[in-house]
């Protein structure tokens, strides 16, 4: 026997008394992992003297680590061959661990990045939380999303080590807590480098008060552990009052302190008290502006070692990177001065400083008065962190093509001609291990077949494929796969929600964060609309199609929980109607998160990205879906755009109003005479409110109603523009069930041709850009 089996059968007899085939799932998934973890340890701990970029993010979506470690150290078959030997499945792991510490793309492009870097021998570590509880689980009671408590760490967590001996104290106005580290290994492919995902969790100075205990005051004597425990529960905890907020304000700052306080702490061991070298040692990326109190807690923590202002300054502006993932002012965190005081005084005074710097720029700019007002860092009683982010780092990336562009010449305008020098795109990516080779085997052996495996780790070798296009041998073994998958997922689904699809129907997926801007309620509208188009005979011969939803809508997210319920109410309709559901299927999936989705995105023939234009940053749920064979129903928005330049506009079906057509259309868009004007689109809208749908008496229907005809104190009426594209969209959809029907081989090409051509969406590609341009690290520094 090899030595990894060795391990797991050692680990199993140490810890359990039990050999493989006496052991519980949880007894072989934790002794797999622990012989996982030995094989990494002599590498991992290897001491490298380079420089090293850090990942600074809120969120990261790793997802299940078991299946991506075995692949990426080569040892799947290993142990696919020894559960064989003992009559194991080896998808026995699929209910065990799926570690949600991220809400969607943000954290599942920081997870990407940690695994290409890694891939690409990039010296890339990861900065954030331990969240206690993922993001939730969700289930679904009459229609209405529930929340429950996600308990990742149920079974344990052995893909991580605690590290006591690195812990650091972090000072709040009323609280003292101490940040332990918890370290976990990111294997890239090949074995060939492992760095660290660093997560920080919260713990009190002092646990547990003996004498009030005593003094049978036992909710007070455990209050400091559950004040500090509180800071690392959950993700992203709701925030619509000022206890919530201030709660969002101790995390962004708990995980930003603690992650410089270690820097600082290794490069001192190396240097002592001169920091002029710090950003020759360390590059800092900060993910959205969640992590952006770092710049005001940088200049303080090296105010505390002795460094002048002015220089704290310049070695800030020279460590730190800034990406910028939203055009939403809503998004653009600021915080008001009066609650930042509360909570961490001692850092105001240093966002003064950095004010006052950056008001001596402007002056000396020419920039004065009232002219100063968009950039300044303290305006209104407010502290926006976006400005603190462009003013003092040396880089602000947007995340996709046009996403750039509009940051450059409308959302960030004023900043860009400021700094023009600072602005770059980096269009995300996604990895292809974890997106293909992984969660799509079958696909990844046939790619593997035509064009060798290279691909692994340069998805560019896709483009190899094209010279297949045209052959039907290679056209069906790849509809094949796609069949295949179909059913998979069929399988799935009835056993995790109780509902039987038929996988020749046409699978049309959107899966992604319910957010109004990505207009789930317009896909629910389209649905409806081809409902009554059957009933009343407008739509004849269309194909068989299930519309597949998942996501989840934030806890406080009142609106997004009304389309939920909505969805849901149109499932119940057409399920159940005798006339149509030979026909049309819905099924809003329950507690969507990366497990689901590698089973979700194998199988789609049609993805969803169906953003308003101009709103989107850049999406890399599109990507995963191109890679694995689906067409794009989708705006030009986002990565889509790249995504048609690469694979095509005629492999794709694009639809809407594009950014420049909104922007003339502005001022004079009046959805009420759009109502008016079309009966489709009246009678669809008029669902929320006529009595064909229930929404148990809440009145979220009637606000969904309002939020399109009327508007909002915050919003104009239908700001996302669902009435203006609606009737295109439907148009869309139609011609993509035409298509599939009526030349399904031309159908499979475009598939095919998406796949091919989905070579530039590699994280890979992304995370060298970053090293090259931006972090000047690994040999990429040495190329530049």
């Known amino acids: 026997m090899n030595t990894f089996k060795n391990d797991i059968c050692e680990a199993l007899e140490l810890d359990y008394g039990k050999n493989i085939q006496e052991a519980s799932t949880v007894e072989l998934y934790d002794a797999v992992s622990k012989a996982v973890m030995k094989a990494v340890a002599a590498d991992w701990r290897k001491p490298l003297k380079e420089k090293r970029a850090c990942y600074f993010s809120a969120e990261f979506l790793v997802g299940r680590l078991i299946y991506n470690n075995l692949l990426n150290l080569g040892l799947l078959d290993q142990l696919a061959e020894l559960f064989n030997e003992n009559g194991i499945e080896l998808s026995i792991f699929e209910d065990i661990e799926d570690a949600a510490l991220g809400n969607g793309g943000l954290g599942r492009l920081a997870a990407c990045f940690l695994d290409s870097a890694a891939t690409q021998n990039l010296p890339l570590d990861g900065y954030g939380i331990r969240y206690r509880y993922g993001l939730f689980k969700q289930y679904f009671e009459n229609g209405f999303q529930r929340e429950t408590a996600d308990d990742w760490q149920r079974f344990g967590d052995p893909w991580s080590i605690r590290k006591e001996s690195e812990k650091v104290r972090i000072d709040f106005k009323n609280q003292r807590v101490y940040a332990v580290p918890y370290d976990t290994p990111i294997i890239g492919y090949g074995g060939k480098r492992i760095n660290t995902l660093r997560l920080w969790q919260s713990e009190p100075i002092h646990g547990f008060d003996f004498q009030l205990f005593n003094e049978q005051k036992y909710d007070r004597a455990v209050l400091e552990r559950d004040e500090a425990e509180a800071i690392s529960s959950v993700l992203y905890p709701n925030d619509d009052t000022d206890k919530g907020k201030r709660l969002r304000l101790k995390q962004q700052y708990f995980f930003s302190s603690a992650s410089l306080q270690d820097l600082l702490r290794k490069y001192q061991a190396k240097h002592g008290e001169d920091f002029s070298a710090f950003p020759e040692e360390y590059a800092i990326q900060l993910n959205d502006t969640h992590p952006v109190i770092s710049i005001a807690e940088l200049v303080r923590l090296l105010s505390e070692r002795g460094v002048p202002f002015a220089r704290a300054l310049k070695i800030v502006r020279q460590t730190f990177a800034y990406t910028n993932h939203t055009i939403m002012a809503e998004a653009l965190e600021k915080w008001d001065v009066r609650l930042f005081k509360s909570v961490i005084p001692q850092v105001y005074r240093y966002v003064v400083l950095i004010d006052k710097a950056l008001q001596k720029e402007l002056d000396h700019r020419g920039i004065r008065g009232e002219d100063q007002k968009p950039y300044r860092i303290l305006d209104g009683g407010m502290i926006h962190m976006a400005r603190m982010a462009i003013f003092a780092t040396h ?36 990895t292809q291990r974890r997106w293909l080779a992984l969660c799509n085997q079958e696909l990844s052996g046939f790619i593997t077949d035509k064009i060798g495996g290279s691909w692994v780790t340069d998805l560019s070798k896709l483009k190899g494929l094209e010279a297949f296009w045209d052959n039907p041998e290679t056209l069906q073994q790849f509809a094949e796969i796609k069949q295949l998958k179909k059913q998979q997922l069929a399988d799935y689904i009835e056993k995790h929600e109780g509902v039987r699809l038929d996988p020749r129907f046409l699978f049309d ?48 997210y009142y609106r997004a929980k009304g389309v939920i319920k909505y969805i849901h109410e149109i499932a119940k309709l057409v399920n159940h109607d005798e006339e149509t559901k030979d026909r049309l299927q819905v099924l809003f999936v329950a507690n969507y998160n990366v497990s689901y989705a590698e089973k979700l995105v194998p199988a789609a023939d049609v993805s969803e990205q169906i953003s308003t234009a101009g709103t989107e940053a850049s999406g890399t749920g599109n990507m995963k879906f191109m890679l694995n064979g689906a067409v794009t129903l989708g705006t030009y928005d986002g990565a889509n755009v790249e995504i048609v330049e690469q694979a095509g506009k005629e492999n794709n079906y694009i639809f809407g109003a594009r950014v420049e057509e909104l922007q003339q259309v502005e001022t004079v868009y009046d959805p009420r005479m759009v109502y008016e004007t079309y009966p489709r689109i009246r009678k669809v809208v008029d669902t929320l409110i006529d009595g064909t749908f ?91």
């Open 694 to 784: 229930s929404d148990g008496g809440t009145g979220m229907f009637q606000e969904l109603y309002d939020s399109l005809l009327k508007g909002a104190s915050w919003h104009k009426p239908d700001h996302y523009y669902l009435l203006l594209d609606f009737l295109p969209y439907c148009d869309a959809k139609l011609q993509v069930n035409a298509d599939y029907r009526d030349n399904r081989m031309q159908f499979i090409r475009k598939c095919f041709v998406n796949t091919a051509n989905a070579g530039k969406f590699s994280s890979d590609r992304t995370i060298v850009e970053y090293a090259k341009e931006i972090w000047q690290i690994g040999e990429a520094s040495h190329t530049t």
């Open 395 to 430: 880089s602000t990336n947007g995340v996709a093509k046009i996403h750039t562009e509009i940051l450059k010449n409308t959302a960030l305008n004023e900043w860009y001609r400021l700094y023009p020098e600072r602005f770059n795109n980096k269009t995300n990516g996604i």
């Open 509 to 556: 997926i959107q899966a992604k964060r319910l957010h109004e801007y990505k207009r789930q309620l317009l896909n629910a509208f389209s649905i409806l609309d081809i409902y009554f188009g059957l009933k009343d005979g407008r739509i004849s011969n269309f194909y068989p199609t299930v519309f597949l939803f998942g996501a989840k809508a934030a806890p406080g």
